[in-house]
């Protein structure tokens, strides 16, 4: 009754083979190539400076793009994130300055109403079992209408405690955001919660097969209103993020936070069909963003190209992910 | 008198394949001749799958060379084997659901009149083929409403209107039920006489001797040996199989049931079930039989929560009323599904995952999973079934099909299960493994879990069962114990032919 498990061979370990070992191998290595070739067109790049100037460029796409992920993970997409962060962001500062709120109890309750939206998203697509895109779709327009109504003038003179996340701290001259330390908990926590808790598994298990999940005992309606709602504090957080690093609540913010999101995710080897992904992978996919925009910036490219070579990126990343998952 | 003399139709000779991590198969030989059925038999995992889609395009090989009367050729895709007369009928079938039998018989070969498309020749050709197959429904039948054998039958229509000459078929019996198989071996039988070679991959050995020619045996993806079958007995094709003697495939049950499990009382679910009572006590194996279509799997779906339902249910005495899976769980039952693809596995993601994904609670402390006590629960099944992979880590969508079954067995093995539903547990599992399966079930019962088991194979009910249900339309029309049960008593209740209503009242 010996156990017969297959020989393991170490030959032909071509390049997807490498990708299928590991998801986020790929992206990984796409990031340090960027790199060293962002570094041997400028001096300037490989700077500590522009280093944390990068990291803050991403820092509100990164948060967006956590929850953003996991909701792709359980194979929805979430449109509405991009809005909901907006409007956090709008409420948190205008009860502040405008109502006078306590600046701790503004930001409570602008994350409150984020929330809400989250939760308002779970109950649509486990209710009445809409697709995620419309109903993500209805609540970004939503979203969008309730900021235009609270304020269509940027809110300023915020007070200090809702800045703090924008002060630094320096490791070996380099000045580093409490943000982006917040940031880099952030994704600690999400790769903690999907690898080693029951709710991470649910969130996988879904999305790979949500009948399958059900019949194996797990509450599927309860792991996407959870997810939904979880992505929301995501969002939220994201809105702080934005405040301390711009100083104002703007209410035109967040208009392309959704599908920034997703190129970050994508990026990142998250497969949009769900049950398959890494949380890692998202935060280097935010990075390759960032360095590119940063890179092409120092280079001298304008603005539109740097969209431009995102959009080719993103397909790049996509077929990659499509072609090395094909024939099964 | 066995057919291995006919003209060399296809040869593969020293075929080998690796996958990361995975060496499939390594200097395989094939041999095919016109009007033979070629039977390839191997434990799971042992490469027959794979060996057959580098045949059908859908793999190519890394070693080795094919033939055709002689004549190497490539066989780079889908398209290729096509051109070289091969069809395949996987076992997950390719018809399109929306579509009419006629439609997908000629589907992607659709002829034209002008410029349309010439559906008088479709119809009437579609006719012919199925006429040919003995067949009687109608060409304008859309697939979906047809039953799996009906649709298999469609998949072979199919294959007959292109210039077939190999027919390839990958575990065709394991989704039938007893009253389909005469068609299916039928089918076959005419197929070949009308020269078309066959390759026939099975787990059911009765099979092997009433239809094959010549056998070949894989084993760990090495090639064992081919022999015609008239030089073969049953136990050596077993013992070349899986490398031992196999005295019995089902243990000897001594059944001493105990206290009331389950107790089903007027159970009805629309059309599906109607009025179905029994109970099960601990210790006990009750096996439902019946054939598709009968209403055993909607009953179990309901018993455990996976669908809505009417009447009464207790367990243990105390009342039950399932919600949802998750309740039926919680209360010890357990529900191994006849679809392991479709309903059982979570096919993209890895093998610890799919066998701890009902018990995290137990492996969890402080709402974190102990990922080193997992990584123990999931080895130790990985020997106790024989699981073939090359580790926990492995996604199970690229593990053969039977040791994807085990996986399904291993996670409700793993949490401790007091009621344990198996509806088709054995499906596609190799015959060493069976028996191991068997004895698990009967190790079970000792430990007082009670075991509702369908299925559709009767040696399997009959070789198992302490008690027989067999349903019809919905509903239980006969309890058998197992002294009274014969295949011959079993069958005739489940279709209510003439002679089954005769013995009824004998
Ligand atoms: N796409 C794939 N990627 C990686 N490994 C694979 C793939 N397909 C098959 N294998 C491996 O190749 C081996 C042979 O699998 P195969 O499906 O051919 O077995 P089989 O003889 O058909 O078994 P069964 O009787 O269970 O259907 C198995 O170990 C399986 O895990
Ligand atoms: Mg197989």
Same mark, same amino acid.
């Given at each position: 009754m010996s156990a017969v498990v297959s020989k393991v061979t170490k030959r032909r370990s071509g390049v997807l083979d490498i990708l299928r070992g590991s998801p986020i191998m790929g992206p990984f290595l796409a990031l340090i190539a960027a790199s060293i070739f962002f570094a041997t067109q400028s001096d300037k790049f490989l700077t500590g400076a522009n280093l944390s100037l990068i990291i803050q460029q991403v820092i509100v796409v990164g948060a967006l793009a956590i929850g953003q992920t996991l909701v792709i993970l359980t194979g929805g997409i979430d449109l509405s994130n991009g809005m909901i962060m907006a409007l956090s962001s709008v409420l948190m500062t205008g009860f502040a300055v405008t109502s006078g709120l306590n600046p701790i109890l503004a930001i409570l309750a602008g994350l409150l109403v984020g929330i809400i939206f989250g939760v308002l998203n779970g109950a649509l697509i486990t209710s009445i079992g809409l697709p995620p895109f419309i109903v993500?779709?209805?609540?970004? =327009?939503?979203?969008y209408a309730l900021v235009r109504i609270y304020t269509t003038s940027t809110i300023t003179n915020l007070p200090p405690a809702q800045l703090f996340?924008? =002060?630094?701290?320096?490791?070996?001259?380099?000045?580093?955001?409490?943000?982006?330390?917040?940031?880099?908990?952030?994704?600690?926590?999400?790769?903690?919660?999907?690898? +080693?808790?029951?709710?991470?598994r649910a969130v996988y298990a879904v999305g790979d097969n949500p009948e399958a999940a059900r019949l194996a005992g797990i509450n599927t309606k309860r792991v996407l209103t959870g997810v939904y709602t979880v992505a929301a504090i995501t969002y939220g957080i994201a809105g702080l993020l934005l405040v301390s690093r711009t100083g104002v609540g703007d209410p035109q913010a967040g208009q392309t936070g959704n599908l920034d999101s997703i190129t970050a995710v994508v990026l990142g080897g998250t497969s949009l069909l769900g049950g398959r992904g890494q949380i890692l992978g998202t935060l280097i996919g935010a990075l390759i963003v960032g360095v590119f925009r940063n890179g092409?910036?120092?280079?001298?490219?304008? +603005?539109?190209?740097?969209?431009?070579?995102?959009?080719?990126?993103?397909?790049?990343a996509v077929s990659i992910d499509y072609l090395s998952h094909r024939g099964k | 008198m066995s057919q291995s003399t006919g003209k060399v139709l296809f040869e593969m000779k020293g075929i080998g394949k690796t996958f990361p991590g995975v060496k499939a198969l390594e200097g395989v030989n094939l041999t095919v001749r016109e009007g033979q059925v070629h039977a390839l038999l191997g434990e799971n995992g042992a490469g027959k799958s794979t060996l057959i889609k580098i045949l059908s395009g859908a793999y190519t090989k890394d070693e080795g060379q094919i033939f055709l009367e002689g004549k190497p050729v490539e066989i780079r895709n889908p398209q290729d084997a096509e051109a070289f007369g091969i069809s395949t009928i996987y076992q997950e079938f390719n018809l399109a659901r929306n579509l009419t039998v006629a439609e997908n018989i000629f589907l992607g070969h659709l002829p034209r009149k002008g410029l349309s498309i010439d559906w008088a020749h479709v119809k009437q050709r579609s006719r012919e083929i199925l006429d040919m197959l003995g067949v009687t429904?109608?060409?304008?039948?859309?697939?979906?409403?047809?039953?799996v054998a009906e649709q298999q039958l469609v998949e072979i229509a199919k294959s007959l209107n292109r210039k077939t000459r190999l027919l390839i078929m990958d575990e065709p019996s394991a989704v039938l039920s007893e009253k389909d198989l005469?068609?299916?071996?039928?089918? #076959?039988?005419?197929?070949?006489?009308?020269?078309?070679?066959?390759?026939?991959?099975?787990?059911?050995?009765?099979?092997?001797?009433?239809l094959a020619d010549e056998v070949t045996v894989l084993k760990d993806g090495r090639y064992v040996d081919t022999r015609s079958i008239a030089n073969v007995t049953m136990d050596e094709l077993v013992k070349l199989m899986i490398g031992r003697e196999l005295k019995d495939v089902y243990p000897?049950?001594?059944?001493?049931?105990?206290d009331m499990l389950l107790e089903v009382k007027n159970v009805s679910r629309s059309k599906l079930v109607h009025d179905v009572s029994f109970n099960?006590?601990?210790?006990?194996? #009750?096996?439902?039989?019946?054939?598709?279509?009968?209403?055993?799997?909607?009953?179990?779906?309901s018993i455990f929560g996976a669908d809505p339902y009417s009447g009464e249910m207790r367990i243990a005495g105390k009342p039950y009323k399932p919600h949802s899976p998750a309740d039926a769980i919680k209360h010890g039952i357990a529900l191994v599904t006849e679809d392991r693809k479709a309903q059982g596995l979570l096919l993209k993601l890895n093998v610890t995952i799919n066998t701890t994904i009902s018990g995290l609670k137990q492996l969890s402390r402080y709402g974190v999973i102990q990922l080193a006590k997992e990584l123990v629960l999931v080895k130790k099944f990985i020997q106790e079934l024989r699981i073939k992979t090359p580790g926990p880590e492995f996604i199970v969508v690229n593990m053969s099909g039977g040791n994807q079954q085990k996986v399904v067995l291993a996670r409700w093995l793993s949490i401790g299960t007091r009621i344990f539903i198996m509806d088709e547990p054995t499906r596609g599992i190799d015959i060493g493994s069976k028996s191991e399966i068997y004895q698990i079930m009967d190790d079970l019962t000792k430990q007082g879990v009670g075991i509702i088991m369908i299925s559709s194979e009767l040696p399997e009910v009959l070789g198992m069962s302490d008690r027989i249900m067999v349903m019809r339309e919905g509903t239980i029309v006969k309890e058998l114990s197992r002294a009274e049960a014969s295949e011959e008593t079993v069958m005739n209740y489940a279709v209510g032919s003439q002679s089954g209503a005769n013995l009824a009242h004998a």
């Open positions: 993500t779709l209805g609540t970004f =327009n939503i979203a996340l924008g =002060n630094t701290f320096s490791i070996g001259g380099t000045e580093i955001t409490y943000g982006s330390v917040l940031l880099l908990i952030l994704y600690a926590i999400t790769w903690y919660v999907l690898r +080693s808790t029951p709710a991470g092409l910036q120092l280079m001298g490219v304008g +603005s539109i190209y740097q969209v431009l070579i995102t959009g080719i990126l993103v397909i790049v | 429904f109608s060409v304008d039948t859309p697939t979906s409403s047809l039953s005469e068609k299916l071996y039928e089918v #076959v039988r005419s197929l070949q006489a009308r020269g078309i070679g066959i390759i026939y991959i099975t787990h059911r050995m009765k099979e092997i001797f009433l000897k049950r001594d059944p001493a049931p105990g099960l006590r601990a210790g006990e194996i #009750v096996g439902f039989a019946g054939i598709t279509g009968s209403g055993r799997t909607e009953l179990v779906r």
